[in-house]
C-alpha cells in the first residue's frame, strides 16, 4: 500500500465515547485534533464503533460534510440521542445493514424526530 504522507491534523466531532477515545489516541501519537462543531445536518450516518469497514462506507458522504455518528451494536448512547436531536437530519442513514445496528436505528430516528421542528 502507497504511503499518502504522515497525518498532521484531524477534525472530530462529538466527545462521546468513541470522539474521546480516538481524540487521546491521536494526542497520543502526537497529532492535532480540532473538534469540530456542525451546527445542522440534512443527512446523518450510523455505524458501529466495533466494526469499521461499515464506517468506511460513508467516507464520500463525510468529505462532503456529513456527520457519521458511531454507536454500539445494540445500544444509542446518550449522547449520540442528543447530538441526532440537535442536528435534526430529515434523513438517517444505518450502515452495515439490518443485522449490524437496526434496533439503534429505530432509537436514533426517535432520537433526531425529537429535535425536529
Known amino acids: 500500500m502507497a504511503s499518502q504522507g504522515q497525518l498532521e491534523r484531524v477534525g472530530i466531532e462529538g466527545t462521546g465515547t468513541y470522539g474521546a477515545a480516538l481524540t487521546r489516541q491521536l494526542r497520543a501519537a502526537g497529532v492535532q485534533v480540532v473538534e469540530v462543531d456542525r451546527r445542522s445536518a440534512d443527512t446523518a450516518y ?3 464503533g466495533t466494526a ?39 434523513r438517517l442513514v444505518g450502515l452495515g445493514g439490518n443485522d449490524a445496528i437496526s434496533d439503534v436505528v429505530d432509537a436514533a430516528r426517535s432520537a433526531a424526530t425529537a429535535g425536529a421542528g
Do not use: H, K, Q, Y
Open 46 to 48: 450510523l455505524a458501529t
Open 52 to 90: 469499521f469497514p461499515d464506517a468506511l462506507a460513508a467516507v464520500p458522504a463525510i468529505l462532503d460534510g456529513a456527520p457519521l455518528l458511531l454507536v454500539a451494536p445494540d445500544a444509542l448512547p446518550p449522547t449520540i440521542a442528543d447530538e441526532l436531536a440537535r442536528l435534526g437530519p430529515d
